[in-house]
Structures are given as structure tokens and as C-alpha cells.
């Protein structure tokens, strides 16, 4: 699911990688997460869309030369040792691999067709355990308490766990990668800040 960060109320500032499209390499500029505590909080609440500006666009390109470029970064980490996550929206599936080697494998639900999770190369920006997420969808108000395992890989996008729904295999969120508990816990654990994730029809 899709949800924003109320800006009036959050006690972090977080942004988190933007990917430049210069000369076929991806540039990845880190805004640094700073908290009032210094630390890395364990829980993070995210409120209504209404005053909050995305830090990347949110909007879904699928131009020929976008996806080729897309599918040359895969190749690229096909080609590396690196541990990268590749999000396939037409097969709704998320694989988890090491360089070529796919190590994990689920079937996930991404954002409905009003609100398509944009394709395009992230990385992980930062990690909570727990976040309550709150917000407005269409006019009915949600408050989900608790989401698990959620993992920020461009502004609110975020790859989380969903125990709210098991519709794994249809596009039902607001954006998000909405992923099965279980899985979801492994995936936290296997991903750290900084993995590469690949959004891609």
C-alpha cells in the first residue's frame, strides 16, 4: 500500500535514494535519515496524503526506452554479487537474488490500477520493524496499526508485510509491495539499507 508522510506531525525527516538517469549509470544521492534522537527509531506513523510531497515522482513510465534501460540495469546486477530485489508488476512477483541466482521467491500484491507502483531502479532507504500507517483512500479513512517489516525504497513506496488482506497475486494496494507476513520477515532480515530494488513490468 501507498501511504504519505504528514509532514505537520513526523518527528524524522527521511528521504531516501534518487536514481540519476545519466550516461546508462545509476547515481544514487542519499538524503541522510536525522531524528530527534539520533537513533533509528523502531516504529515509524505515516498520516494523511493531503500534506505530503512525494520525494520522487509518482508516476509509472513505461516507455520503450525507460524498460530498456530498466532491463540493462538487471543485467548489470545479474552480472555483479550484489543481493538486489527485482519486482515483476505483470507477474506480481517479488524475487529476492544474489547476483544470478534467485534465492526467494513470493507472490505479492502491488498498486491497483489507480494507483500503480511506479517502475523504475531504488534501493532500500531505511528499515522499520513496525510502522503505523494512516491515511485516506477514495474518501474512506484507514488506520493500520503495526505493518510489519516495512522497507522504504523511494519516498513512501515501501516493500512491507500485509496481514490485513491475503489477495497475493492482484494488484490491490495504493502502491505499495504488499507481501505475505512470513515472507515478509525474511525478506527484512536477508535486505539491508542501501539493496538495490528493481520495479519493472
Known amino acids: ?21 545519466k550516461a546508462g549509470a545509476i547515481s544514487l544521492l542519499m538524503v541522510q ?7 533509528l527509531p523502531a516504529a515509524a506513523q505515516f498520516e494523511p496524503e493531503s500534506d505530503w510531497q512525494a520525494a520522487l515522482p509518482a508516476t509509472q513510465s513505461d516507455s520503450p526506452e525507460d524498460s ?6 538487471v543485467d548489470d546486477l545479474k552480472q555483479s ?36 507502483t511506479p517502475t523504475g531502479v531504488y534501493a532500500i532507504q531505511d528499515k522499520y520493524r513496525t510502522a503505523r500507517m ?9 488506520d493500520i496499526p503495526d505493518v510489519p517489516y516495512t522497507m522504504y525504497f523511494s519516498g513512501s513506496y515501501a516493500i512491507h508485510g500485509a496481514y490485513w488482506h491475503d489477495n497475493f497475486g492482484t494488484p490491490v494496494s495504493s502502491g505499495c509491495i504488499n507481501v505475505p507476513t512470513e515472507a515478509a520477515a525474511w525478506l527484512f532480515g536477508w535486505a539491508g539499507v542501501g539493496t538495490s530494488v528493481i520495479v519493472q513490468n
Open 33 to 39: 535519515l536525522s531524528c530527534f534522537t539520533g537513533l
Open 81 to 116: 554479487s550484489q543481493q538486489w530485489i527485482q519486482i515483476n508488476l505483470d507477474e506480481q512477483r517479488l524475487t529476492a537474488w544474489e547476483g544470478s541466482t534467485p534465492v526467494f521467491s513470493v507472490v505479492v500484491s502491488t498498486g491497483r490500477v489507480a494507483d500503480q
Open 68 to 73: 530498456q534501460w530498466i532491463a540493462a540495469q
Open 134 to 142: 494512516q491515511g485516506e483512500h477514495q474518501g474512506t479513512t484507514y
Open 1 to 21: 500500500m501507498f501511504y504519505k508522510i504528514f509532514r505537520k506531525k513526523t518527528t524524522c525527516l527521511k528521504a531516501g535514494f534518487k536514481t540519476s538517469f
